[in-house]
């Protein structure tokens, strides 16, 4: 059991470039972040389909001469963290399949709501299922659709989804983009020559060249074909919620999501904290990686000196959960170590971007300890998360939720830190430039418990199965 919020997934597409599965292969490995589980590319050259997918990391799924055969001048690319689905292959994307309207490429991050139902009409019907994943029901809804035209089934089957996501579909003669109507996932389109890029972050686009344009609208349908861009609502886009988690913790620093830079987010996010819950302390640290911006702002922000407390083996991969406690502490050993004479003697401030089970950073505290820090005061750069996602965030369920069973001074005794603070949602908000009290255009659902969308019983049923597995 992880002691973290999960990313969901990366998606890349490029059309118009004679390498287009080279690009996606560069695009794919700076999305490498939003997950490790597989990784896979299809390609179209001229009315053929290509792909490759397998369980890895980006780099072990296209080794050797993979890529080779990827030819096309356009591709789309996905990595995966599996949210929903079992982990295997059959799961892993892009989908790729032949119909009556020709062939077709599916890749998406992030989770269908009312999945379960489709699929589950859709079975009644006579629909066989090859995978677990939400991606497939959708490519049952186009297969199905009754329009003349591909564009016209896509927008028809997007009309019946809901939820977080955001899709690439490569077909014979076009490259389509989507995002959901309330934004909660993010995408972006970038230039690259006279090719169109799109990916999940900007950061994908600093890796391969490419020049970003704007972000992909929520509800809004990009079709880039030989002919150029075209672009059209496919949906109502009243009400805006791009997940907080993106800035808080998912994104890479150097992407800009909406128009702000992560890493300059975060670093606010740390200043403000500081203003909330200051401390004296004598050195202020971060937890590798994603934390290390908002100790920055905190330490700037405080005039404690920042210093590198913690150092993470970059090789480590994941703790798998051990029989023991003794053996589990060991397991965050490997990922993580204090740095002795940066705390030896000190009292440091810790601060970390998210608190989900409580179980890190109570070894973290232990680790901080053993070697010899005086005191450590543990500062979270954001509220404590009380409720589960269902866009594509693997939180764990409630019950596991440790914000959601104790108080702050509770869960302060259970992580054995000397004081505990968490910002609030107000002060986390005007770091991403909303004024106090103001309509936002966040989603912000794993804090409050108010989803954006409508929250279907099949989902929360399937969270309740969970607990009790
Ligand atoms: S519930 Fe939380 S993790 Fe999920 S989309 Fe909303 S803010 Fe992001």
Known sequence: MMDRMHEECGVFGIWGHPEAAQLTYYGLYALQHRGQESAGIASIDEMTMHNHRGMGLVTEVFGGDRLKDLRGHAAVGHVRYSTTGDSRLANAQPLVFSYHQGNMALAHNGNLVNAMTIRDRLERQGSIFQSTSDTEVVAHLIARGGY?????????????????????????????????????????????????????????????????????????????????????????????????????????????????????????????????APIEADVVIGVPDSSISAAIGYAEESRIPYEIGLIKNKYSGRTFIQPSQELRNLGVRLKLSAVRKIVDQKRVVMVDDSLVRGTTSARLVTLLREAGATEVHVRISSPPVKHSCFYGIDTSAREELIAAQKSVDEIRDFIGADSLSFMTEDAMLTAFGVERGKPHGFCNACFTGLYPTEVYQTNKRALERQVKV
């Open 148 to 276: 003349p035209s591909v564009i016209e089934n896509v927008r028809d089957s997007m009309a019946m989804i809901k939820g977080g996501y955001a899709f690439v579909i490569l077909v014979d003669d076009a490259l389509i983009a989507m995002r959901d109507p309330q934004g909660l996932r993010p995408m972006a389109l970038g230039r690259l020559g006279d090719a169109y890029v799109v990916a999940s972050e900007t950061c994908a686009f600093d890796t391969v060249g490419a020049t970003f344009l704007r972000d992909v609208e929520p509800g809004e349908m990009i079709m880039i074909t030989s002919e150029g861009l075209h672009t059209e609502r496919f949906a109502d886009a009243s009400r805006k919620a791009l997940c907080t988690f993106e800035y808080i913790y998912f994104a890479r620093p150097d992407s800009d999501i909406d128009g702000y830079n992560v890493h300059m987010v975060r670093k606010h996010l740390g200043k403000i904290l500081a203003r909330e």
